[in-house]
């Protein structure tokens, strides 16, 4: 071996071998912190970058910006079609939000206090659009429309929406009702309140944080689509991402840069409204798997 | 399920609406799409899409490089995801919270603010080329934007928590007593991580890969707008055939083979999956 003909003969076995265990256990030390931090790095520069981008001087998309400047953001007042794609987008995405919460709390209610050999084709069932291509899913959806002759509107990207978003709200509901036991639940009916009775004064306040977090998700995988939704809006309506999308894909415009810096904004917002009222990040490492 | 059970149905009946909505509009559209991809052009029932599509080698090169980028892109999450995930499930609780925010950042921000993000770093006039050129190292900017690299380093940070969670899941439940015993028996760190916990780890790595094959080939904007025109992945030729050529047979029939290539995936990993948690226990 190298290590040990680079030592002096006269060292003893014992100390080289001690020196070894030594470097092994520092190299594993610093190696794998090292590595995690280039994994970090990469995991948030593109948000940042975006950010920095945002408050550019600069009429054209440069990095570093060559100063700073709020021109992007003030242009966003004069662009009116935005302010509409927005309000399309938050209206869409509030309405999954709350639809895929009464369906999905309600399945998982069922799905949770049954024993049936359904349950096991129900999550499948539930679960799977996460891993389905959305383009496959909206043109699909969008054939279906055209078939029973159903016109194009914010109704149908609603369904579209609610079918790709429930995943998040039964994942996370489900988790919070397995945590929770049938013991509270029973006691209630057993001490004589109905099931509806039990489920808003019982189940329900216990279960909040997991049905926050998944209306959260539910609400920003709906904002945030592009793949089910250009198949399933009609033309004249007008979707933020879609916007966004053709505004970077076809002139690289810098007006989305400050779009961007809103809605990271927003997000972080909104995340840190969440982690306060239903611990967000334990639940999304706990759930993930 | 018995007479008895049929009869006193419980709290089942509340699984129905969504079960209902679902096969609705979920289950039904997905067959009309399939069976839409074998309608023949002069009505009828054929396989005259496939044949088009396997005649021609721009669909099948997108086929192709469909399938590398998803096993490309998994494996750069796997190499990249697992020291964030080790470092993760060791540090300080004092530091959990920070970094769960700094792995989530990718999914919470809207996929087209990830990929603008990349736009600014990879561009022409971007961070990667702007350093570059500053340090001497190259005199013209390179072409990182529109080549099928950048579209995998893209897919790669955006994918990379979907990778990193189940890892993280999958580390935290090792008994930690098995790399002290390793250790006390005389094995190295380096040994002790290589034959102790990453094979402990093997399911959290595959649901991983599971997860992350499966949305990077599903993926649109991003390849889309890294990718440019020249790069063409199964899901943009679905929407060019679909919305902008309005060839919706043709369209389906993409579709119907990305589905395959998905669940196919999916199906034989999460067979790998089972048997490594069979061998853990």
């Known amino acids: 071996m190298s290590s040990t003909s680079l030592n002096p003969p006269a060292q003893l076995p014992a100390e080289s071998a001690y020196s070894l265990r030594k470097l092994d256990q520092v190299s ?15 995991l ?25 400047s709020l021109q992007w953001y003030l242009s966003l007042f004069s662009f009116p079609e935005l302010r509409a794609a927005a309000l399309n987008s938050f209206q869409v995405a509030l309405f999954t939000a709350i639809v895929c919460v009464v369906l999905g709390v309600s399945a998982c ?28 899913l909206g043109l699909g959806m969008m054939a279906f429309f055209a078939m029973v002759g159903i016109r194009l509107s914010l109704f149908t990207l609603i369904i579209g929406h609610i079918v790709i978003c429930t995943p ?4 996370n509901v489900l988790a919070s009702l397995t945590q929770l036991g049938s013991s509270l639940q029973e006691a209630s009916s057993a001490l004589g309140a109905s099931p509806a009775y039990t489920f808003f004064n019982v189940t329900l306040p216990l279960i909040k944080p997991g049905v926050l977090i998944g209306a959260f998700m539910a609400f920003l995988t709906s904002f945030d689509n592009v793949a089910v939704t250009l198949f399933l809006s009609d033309a004249r309506t007008e979707m933020l991402p879609i916007r966004m999308w053709s505004m970077i894909e076809n002139d690289l415009d810098v007006r989305a840069a400050a779009i961007s810096g809103v809605l990271i904004f927003l997000t972080a917002l909104l995340m840190i409204a969440m982690e306060r009222f239903s611990g967000l990040s334990k639940a999304l490492i706990n759930n993930k798997a | 399920m018995n007479i008895s059970q049929l009869l006193r149905p419980k709290q089942d009946f509340l699984a129905l609406p969504l079960a209902i909505f679902l096969q609705l509009f979920y289950i039904v559209p997905l067959v009309i799409l399939i069976a839409s991809s074998f309608q023949a052009g002069a009505g009828g029932i054929s396989l005259e899409n496939y044949t088009k599509f396997f005649g021609n080698a721009v669909n099948v090169k997108a086929l192709t490089d469909t399938f590398w980028l998803g096993v490309q892109v998994t494996i750069a999450c796997l190499i990249i995801g697992y020291p964030v995930a080790y470092f993760y499930t060791n540090v300080h609780a004092r530091w959990k919270g920070v970094l769960t925010f700094l792995i989530m ?25 702007t350093a570059l050129m500053k340090l001497g190292l190259i005199e013209e900017p390179i072409r990182l934007l529109f080549t099928h690299n950048g579209v995998l380093i893209a897919l790669t940070q955006i994918w990379l928590p979907m990778m990193v969670l189940p890892i993280v899941a999958s580390l935290s439940q090792i008994d930690s007593r098995l790399a002290a015993a390793s250790k006390s028996l ?7 991580f290589w034959q102790i916990t990453f094979p402990l780890t093997l399911p959290g790595m595959i649901s991983g890969s599971l997860l992350v094959f499966a949305l990077t080939v599903s993926s649109f904007v991003t390849p ?16 060019q055939q679909g919305i902008v050529l309005l060839n919706q047979p043709f369209a389906a029939a993409v579709s119907t083979l990305l589905l395959i290539m998905v669940v196919a995936v999916v199906l034989i ?13």
């Open chain 1, 28 to 42: 594993f030390a610093v190696v794998m912190p090292i590595l995690a931090i280039l994994g970090l790095i990469m």
């Open chain 1, 44 to 68: 948030t520069a593109p948000t940042i970058i975006v950010l920095l981008a945002s408050f550019s001087s600069s009429a054209t998309l440069q990095f570093p910006p060559p100063g700073f």
């Open chain 1, 109 to 136: 209610l069922a799905m949770i206090n049954s024993r049936g050999r359904w349950v096991a084709a129900m999550d499948a069932l539930v679960m799977s659009p996460l891993a389905l291509p959305g383009v496959a």
């Open chain 1, 168 to 171: 998040y709200v039964v994942r």
């Open chain 2, 105 to 129: 950042l990718p999914l919470l921000t809207s996929a087209v603010v990830r990929t603008f993000g990349w736009v600014v770093i990879l561009g022409r006039q971007g961070l990667i080329n």
């Open chain 2, 186 to 192: 005389g094995g190295g760190a380096w040994r002790t």
């Open chain 2, 224 to 239: 889309s707008i890294i990718g440019g025109g020249q790069l063409i992945y199964l899901p943009t030729l679905i929407y």
């Open chain 2, 269 to 281: 990993l999460g067979a790998f999956g089972k048997r490594s948690r069979r061998y853990i226990r």
